[in-house]
């Protein structure tokens, strides 16, 4: 908290400083040959350091996307590994041209970064056995007080779970490790955790797992630069929506099935699926 | 404890690992010497200096020792670059570390110089000592003694304070250990060890004092 309140001020005090040329930063990034992503290095599967030593992931990824639409080359990147309490006070300040670093949107940082395009929705899941009691969330519903699920401690934790089980049982653990145990050793049927990691688990696990079927608590994942340069705003934005949507779908949709473990269906041909 | 995906995950990740640790024993070493070559300027300012300096030199000390070392890594990183240097994560992380360290071991010096008892450097000048010749061969020698296992007290701040870098985005050794807690889970395993590793640093760091302050020791 203390870290949020002092980076905050600081991007309060220079986030207000004109930008000292008008030029747009996509001349800069083009100019200077390579791109400065902001990104995190300990969150899994969004970034993190692999076995191989490196600095991966899905926002990783879409860095690569942005480097490669800018270069043709996706390693033309420099990598700012900073802490999430980071991701505004170095947009602000210009310390890097473009965070992607599972930032949710909300309105109050908004008024501080310009968002993209989101490039993910996350929201809450349940894990369950592969070969549990319960087939999938209808199941775990209809059993209403049978069934126990495991969550990561925290305030809101018990009326997170209750939003989708309201009858369920509630049991909170202090760390990840715990709540798998708890499944694993069946003192848990399912386990609730952002979809994201739920997934990724899955992928490291294959065979052992399965997911309920079930999401809320929706929350956008956005990139975001620095306000007031709506020319590099677009260009991020272009290339993120050409991943989803366009020409450099195989690429995003091969990100996505490496730390998602998902197949993404091709965007139908035809009337552009964005406005349907 | 699960000891043996402990010893594998270590094993796999011991490039990383030992890249950190060269970071915060490169941190700590550059900050350290820089800081006490500034800290020494500083004890000289602040015990011999003209009035002016001294008020300057005591708003210094006092203004870095009484901020937290976070706010002082935070400040150089953000406001240099605000006001055009611009400074990048480890640059900015030594330099905060350095004006931290320089402002202690001013302070160290100043204290040192003061707890010689008046009566030498009075002694040095009635046997026709210049204030050059009575502050190396008679001061200084024994100030420095003094000062020695206070300074060396200042150095494992400084190795305990790069752990703070990693918020800039300084991937020092702390920062090391936690993206391989991120990827296998084991907090409690890798924690102890990242504790145990700052424990031997700060070990060794306070047995060379201790071995430094033998040799130089003055035989009673």
Same mark, same amino acid.
């Given at each position: 908290?203390?870290?949020?309140? !002092?980076?905050?001020?600081?991007?309060?005090?220079?986030?207000?400083?004109?930008?000292?040329?008008?030029?747009?930063?996509?001349?800069?990034?083009?100019?200077?040959?390579?791109?400065?992503?902001?990104?995190?290095?300990?969150?899994?599967?969004?970034?993190?350091?692999?076995?191989?030593?490196?600095?991966?992931?899905?926002?990783?990824?879409?860095?690569?996307?942005?480097?490669?639409?800018?270069?043709?080359?996706?390693?033309?990147?420099?990598?700012?590994?900073?802490?999430?309490?980071?991701?505004?006070?170095?947009?602000?300040?210009?310390?890097?041209?473009?965070?992607?670093?599972?930032?949710?949107?909300?309105?109050?940082?908004?008024?501080?970064?310009?968002?993209?395009?989101?490039?993910?929705?996350?929201?809450?899941?349940?894990?369950?056995?592969?070969?549990?009691?319960?087939?999938?969330?209808?199941?775990?519903?209809?059993?209403?007080?049978?069934?126990?699920?495991?969550?990561?401690?925290?305030?809101?934790?018990?009326?997170?779970?209750?939003?989708?089980?309201?009858? !369920?049982?509630?049991?909170?653990?202090?760390?990840?490790?715990? @709540?798998?145990?708890?499944?694993?050793?069946?003192?848990?049927?399912?386990?609730?955790?952002?979809?994201?990691?739920?997934?990724?688990?899955?992928?490291?696990?294959?065979?052992?797992?399965?997911?309920?079927?079930?999401?809320?608590?929706?929350?956008?994942?956005?990139?975001?630069?620095?306000?007031?340069?709506?020319?590099?705003?677009?260009?991020?934005?272009?290339?993120?929506?050409?991943?989803?949507?366009?020409?450099?779908?195989?690429?995003?949709?091969?990100?996505?099935?490496?730390?998602?473990?998902?197949?993404?269906?091709?965007?139908?041909?035809?009337?552009?699926?964005?406005?349907? | 404890?699960?000891?043996?995906?402990?010893?594998?995950?270590?094993?796999?990740?011991?490039?990383?690992?030992?890249?950190?640790?060269?970071?915060?024993?490169?941190?700590?070493?550059?900050?350290?010497?820089?800081?006490?070559?500034?800290?020494?300027?500083?004890?000289?300012?602040?015990?011999?200096?003209?009035?002016?300096?001294?008020? !300057?030199?005591?708003?210094?000390?006092?203004?870095?020792?009484?901020?937290?070392?976070?706010?002082?890594?935070?400040?150089?990183?953000?406001?240099?670059?605000?006001?055009?240097?611009?400074?990048?994560?480890?640059?900015?992380?030594?330099?905060?570390?350095?004006?931290?360290?320089?402002?202690?071991?001013?302070?160290?010096?100043?204290?040192?110089?003061?707890?010689?008892?008046?009566?030498?450097?009075?002694?040095?000048?009635?046997?026709?000592?210049?204030?050059?010749?009575?502050?190396?061969?008679?001061?200084?020698?024994? !100030?420095?003694?003094? @000062?020695?296992?206070?300074?060396?007290?200042?150095?494992?701040?400084?190795?305990?304070?790069?752990?703070?870098?990693?918020?800039?985005?300084?991937?020092?050794?702390?920062?090391?250990?936690?993206?391989?807690?991120?990827?296998?889970?084991?907090?409690?395993?890798?924690?102890?060890?990242?504790?145990?590793?700052?424990?031997?640093?700060?070990?060794?760091?306070?047995?060379?004092?201790?071995?430094?302050?033998?040799?130089?020791?003055?035989?009673?």
């Amino acid at each position: 908290m203390k870290t949020t309140l !002092a980076l905050a001020a600081a991007a309060a005090l220079f986030g207000a400083l004109p930008a000292a040329a008008q030029e747009s930063r996509l001349q800069e990034v083009l100019d200077r040959g390579h791109l400065i992503l902001g990104t995190g290095s300990t969150n899994p599967p969004w970034h993190f350091i692999g076995e191989d030593g490196s600095l991966q992931g899905f926002d990783v990824d879409m860095g690569r996307l942005v480097a490669k639409a800018l270069f043709g080359d996706p390693d033309k990147i420099e990598y700012v590994q900073q802490s999430g309490d980071a991701r505004i006070p170095n947009l602000a300040t210009g310390k890097v041209d473009l965070t992607c670093q599972f930032m949710t949107v909300t309105a109050e940082r908004a008024q501080q970064v310009e968002f993209t395009i989101p490039y993910y929705r996350e929201g809450v899941g349940l894990l369950m056995m592969d070969r549990g009691d319960f087939a999938d969330y209808d199941a775990l519903k209809a059993a209403g007080g049978d069934v126990t699920v495991a969550v990561l401690q925290n305030v809101y934790a018990e009326e997170m779970v209750h939003q989708a089980l309201p009858g !369920a049982e509630v049991d909170q653990y202090d760390s990840v490790d715990l @709540m798998y145990q708890a499944l694993n050793s069946g003192r848990a049927d399912a386990a609730a955790t952002d979809q994201s990691a739920l997934r990724w688990f899955m992928v490291q696990n294959p065979g052992r797992y399965k997911d309920a079927g079930f999401g809320w608590n929706p929350q956008s994942y956005s990139c975001a630069v620095a306000p007031g340069d709506q020319r590099w705003l677009n260009f991020v934005n272009t290339v993120l929506h050409e991943g989803m949507t366009g020409v450099e779908f195989p690429f995003y949709s091969a990100s996505f099935a490496q730390w998602f473990g998902e197949e993404l269906e091709q965007p139908q041909i035809g009337f552009p699926v964005e406005y349907k | 404890m699960n000891f043996e995906f402990f010893l594998a995950d270590l094993w796999a990740a011991r490039a990383n690992l030992l890249a950190g640790l060269w970071q915060t024993v490169l941190i700590s070493a550059g900050s350290v010497a820089l800081g006490t070559l500034l800290g020494l300027l500083v004890g000289l300012g602040l015990s011999y200096g003209r009035l002016p300096l001294r008020i !300057a030199l005591r708003i210094y000390t006092d203004f870095l020792r009484g901020t937290p070392v976070f706010v002082l890594i935070l400040a150089c990183y953000y406001i240099f670059s605000a006001a055009g240097l611009d400074l990048d994560a480890f640059q900015a992380g030594c330099l905060a570390l350095t004006l931290f360290c320089s402002s202690h071991v001013g302070e160290i010096l100043r204290g040192a110089l003061n707890a010689i008892p008046a009566g030498q450097t009075e002694a040095a000048k009635s046997i026709g000592l210049t204030f050059g010749q009575t502050f190396t061969s008679v001061l200084l020698p024994q !100030a420095l003694r003094q @000062m020695l296992p206070t300074w060396v007290n200042t150095a494992t701040e400084i190795v305990k304070a790069s752990t703070l870098l990693s918020v800039i985005g300084v991937v020092e050794f702390l920062l090391a250990v936690q993206q391989v807690i991120s990827r296998t889970y084991l907090s409690l395993e890798f924690y102890l060890f990242a504790g145990l590793v700052y424990f031997v640093l700060n070990f060794a760091i306070e047995q060379a004092g201790r071995a430094v302050e033998r040799r130089i020791a003055i035989p009673r």
